[in-house]
């Protein structure tokens, strides 16, 4: 073969995949999304324009940073702030239209018929994925779809059990009571009254019940996960703002380079933590009971073939740190916050735990009659879900409801919006109201599937009960021992992290009761 005739196969062979990857680029950009927009249209459904390959991102971003940019007050609504699009959108096209997420259509339902549907067909509405890196964080069973969630579920369900997680409370004590004693200490030094910036103790404090619980015996190891894990999300964060930009995760930059690193550190620490816990139970050592040792316990208990191997163990392992922590943590600085703003609420509530327990260390026992708490603790879920809004994949046509959704849609559900809709919850739909939960969930939704704060069906929260006596101790203690109220330097920025932060952290005076 001469060399011309070499050199003009290469050119065909270049212009072809030049041509080849242009297609695909345009069909992704342009020709798929505008499909999809015309089969969403054709059924009456109302969307935003289509911009090519951003979408709404620029958009939503935008809104969100000039309700930022104006301070709020406690008593105003967060939903401008939170989710600016999605309610522009309901209010001017009813409970059900469509936004893009790129170039992807995502379709917002509100009907709790619909929802409830789309929790309960778990195989049809599987996870979305739509950002790789968060995976780092929230990999294992939230992240996995059909056969491999459903046996990842069944291999930690025993973990989560209530009969499990009612020997851990001892661990909650602890260092719920730990941050008490600083906070005492700390007030002590000013006289019996002080301003404490309550935000970064209480994240600290559910580090803390995670690394004691989870890892038990390894609790130091664990600590230091807490530390990398939170230096891990922050750094995410940053990056996921420049989502659209293909492939930029693996640049080399600082932010992308620091993210390696740290994530290799907490494998070789958990791996370290597995192998040893794994050695000490093959040499028939005592197990601690902590989250762990369950799960190898539950593990080792499945037929041949069926198991979790070390590194989805570590996968596990790491998703408890960041649902565990973030969340929990996010749900008690609201209630501290609501309940700083609502005074005669927290009297009740300290009436509350005063009769139950008195001067007493609050145990188990107690802890399940504290029905004032426990109202207050679903209001504040309510009306500050730490999960705003869920999402769900449609990768082939399915009927849903009155609608056709064809693959490459996506569900999307906005809790935050849904809590406070007034056709479900009433007029007061968004005053802080903890009596509505007197007679407990299902009277408050008159059965309807709308008080989303752990998700629902199959897929519900595995750590709901966890969190639950987790908060319910942390908040008998904090009313046992001081009253508290916002300072003056206190500013109400609830903001989107992965769950809704105190942008400014949550500053109260406590006092020494
Ligand atoms: C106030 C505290 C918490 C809230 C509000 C919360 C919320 C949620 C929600 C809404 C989901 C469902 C997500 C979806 O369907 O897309 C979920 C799932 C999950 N949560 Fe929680 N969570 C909390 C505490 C915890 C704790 C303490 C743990 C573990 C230590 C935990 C572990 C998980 C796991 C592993 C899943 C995935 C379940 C599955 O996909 O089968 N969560 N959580």
Same mark, same amino acid.
């Given at each position: 073969?001469?060399?011309?005739v070499?050199?003009?196969?290469? $050119? $065909?062979?270049v212009?072809?995949?030049?041509?080849?990857w242009t297609?695909?680029?345009?069909?992704w950009?342009?020709i798929?999304?505008?499909m999809l927009?015309?089969?969403?249209?054709?059924?009456g459904?109302?969307?935003t324009?289509?911009?090519p390959l951003v979408?709404d991102?620029k958009?939503n971003?935008?809104m969100?940073?000039?309700?930022?940019s104006?301070?709020i007050?406690?008593?105003?609504?967060?939903?401008?702030r939170?989710l600016?699009l999605?309610?522009?959108m309901?209010?001017?096209?009813g409970?059900t239209?469509?936004?893009?997420?790129g170039?992807?259509?995502?379709v917002?339902?509100?009907n709790p018929?619909?929802?409830?549907?789309?929790?309960?067909?778990?195989y049809?509405f599987?996870?979305?994925?739509t950002?790789?890196?968060?995976a780092?964080?929230t990999d294992?069973?939230a992240?996995a779809?059909?056969?491999?969630?459903?046996?990842?579920?069944?291999?930690?369900?025993p973990?989560?059990h209530?009969?499990k997680i009612?020997?851990? $409370?001892?661990?909650?004590?602890?260092?719920?009571?730990?941050?008490?004693?600083?906070?005492?200490?700390?007030?002590?030094?000013?006289?019996?009254?002080?301003?404490?910036d309550?935000?970064?103790?209480?994240?600290?404090?559910t580090?803390?019940?995670i690394?004691?619980?989870?890892?038990?015996?390894s609790?130091k190891?664990?600590?230091?996960?807490?530390i990398l894990?939170?230096?891990l999300a922050?750094?995410?964060i940053?990056?996921?703002?420049?989502?659209?930009?293909p492939?930029?995760?693996?640049?080399p930059t600082k932010?992308?380079?620091?993210?390696?690193?740290?994530?290799?550190?907490?494998?070789?620490?958990l791996?370290g933590?597995?192998?040893?816990?794994v050695k000490?139970?093959?040499?028939g050592?005592a197990?601690s009971?902590?989250?762990l040792d369950i799960?190898l316990?539950?593990n080792?208990g499945?037929t041949k073939?069926?198991?979790?191997?070390?590194?989805?163990?570590?996968?596990?392992?790491?998703?408890f740190?960041?649902?565990g922590?973030?969340?929990?943590?996010v749900l008690?600085?609201?209630?501290?916050?609501?309940?700083?703003?609502?005074?005669?609420?927290?009297?009740?509530a300290?009436e509350?735990?005063?009769?139950?327990?008195?001067?007493?260390?609050?145990d188990l026992?107690g802890?399940n009659?504290?029905k004032?708490?426990?109202?207050?603790?679903?209001?504040?879920?309510?009306?500050?879900?730490?999960?705003?809004?869920m999402?769900?994949?449609?990768?082939?046509e399915?009927k849903?409801?009155?609608?056709?959704l064809?693959?490459?849609?996506?569900v999307?559900?906005?809790?935050?919006?849904?809590?406070?809709?007034?056709?479900?919850?009433?007029?007061?739909?968004s005053?802080f109201?903890?009596?509505?939960f007197?007679?407990?969930?299902?009277?408050?939704?008159?059965?309807?599937?709308?008080?989303?704060?752990?998700?629902w069906?199959?897929?519900i929260?595995?750590g709901?009960?966890f969190?639950?006596?987790e908060a319910k101790?942390?908040?008998?203690?904090?009313?046992q021992r001081?009253?508290?109220e916002?300072?003056p330097?206190? $500013?109400?920025?609830?903001?989107?992290?992965?769950?809704?932060h105190?942008?400014?952290?949550a500053?109260?005076i406590?006092?020494k009761?």
């Amino acid at each position: 073969m001469s060399f011309s005739v070499l050199v003009a196969a290469l $050119v $065909v062979v270049v212009v072809a995949a030049v041509l080849l990857w242009t297609w695909r680029i345009v069909k992704w950009v342009w020709i798929k999304p505008k499909m999809l927009e015309s089969y969403l249209k054709r059924q009456g459904l109302v969307g935003t324009p289509y911009t090519p390959l951003v979408g709404d991102i620029k958009r939503n971003v935008n809104m969100m940073m000039e309700a930022r940019s104006k301070p709020i007050n406690l008593t105003d609504d967060i939903t401008p702030r939170l989710l600016p699009l999605a309610l522009k959108m309901l209010n001017s096209h009813g409970k059900t239209f469509f936004t893009w997420l790129g170039p992807v259509p995502s379709v917002t339902i509100m009907n709790p018929q619909l929802i409830k549907e789309v929790y309960n067909k778990v195989y049809d509405f599987p996870k979305t994925h739509t950002f790789p890196l968060a995976a780092l964080i929230t990999d294992g069973l939230a992240n996995a779809d059909g056969d491999k969630w459903a046996k990842h579920r069944r291999i930690i369900n025993p973990a989560f059990h209530f009969e499990k997680i009612k020997n851990m $409370v001892p661990a909650f004590y602890k260092s719920c009571n730990d941050v008490m004693c600083e906070w005492e200490k700390l007030v002590s030094s000013k006289g019996s009254s002080c301003e404490i910036d309550v935000w970064p103790w209480i994240i600290n404090l559910t580090g803390d019940v995670i690394s004691r619980t989870a890892f038990g015996s390894s609790y130091k190891e664990g600590e230091r996960i807490f530390i990398l894990q939170k230096e891990l999300a922050h750094l995410i964060i940053q990056v996921l703002g420049k989502n659209c930009i293909p492939g930029y995760r693996h640049f080399p930059t600082k932010n992308n380079r620091r993210i390696k690193t740290i994530v290799r550190e907490i494998q070789g620490i958990l791996k370290g933590i597995i192998s040893n816990r794994v050695k000490a139970r093959d040499a028939g050592e005592a197990p601690s009971g902590d989250v762990l040792d369950i799960l190898l316990e539950s593990n080792s208990g499945q037929t041949k073939g069926n198991e979790l191997t070390t590194e989805e163990i570590m996968e596990e392992c790491k998703l408890f740190y960041f649902a565990g922590q973030e969340t929990t943590s996010v749900l008690l600085a609201w209630t501290m916050v609501l309940l700083s703003q609502h005074q005669d609420w927290q009297a009740r509530a300290r009436e509350e735990v005063m009769q139950v327990f008195g001067d007493s260390n609050p145990d188990l026992e107690g802890i399940n009659q504290l029905k004032v708490v426990r109202m207050i603790i679903y209001e504040v879920l309510r009306l500050y879900p730490p999960l705003i809004e869920m999402n769900r994949a449609v990768h082939k046509e399915i009927k849903l409801g009155d609608l056709t959704l064809p693959g490459g849609v996506q569900v999307h559900m906005p809790i935050l919006l849904i809590h406070r809709d007034t056709k479900l919850w009433g007029n007061d739909a968004s005053e802080f109201k903890p009596e509505r939960f007197k007679d407990g969930i299902s009277k408050a939704t008159k059965n309807q599937v709308c008080f989303l704060p752990f998700g629902w069906g199959p897929r519900i929260c595995i750590g709901q009960n966890f969190a639950l006596l987790e908060a319910k101790m942390a908040m008998a203690l904090i009313l046992q021992r001081f009253s508290f109220e916002l300072s003056p330097s206190y $500013v109400h920025l609830p903001y989107k992290v992965f769950t809704i932060h105190p942008q400014f952290g949550a500053h109260l005076i406590l006092h020494k009761l």
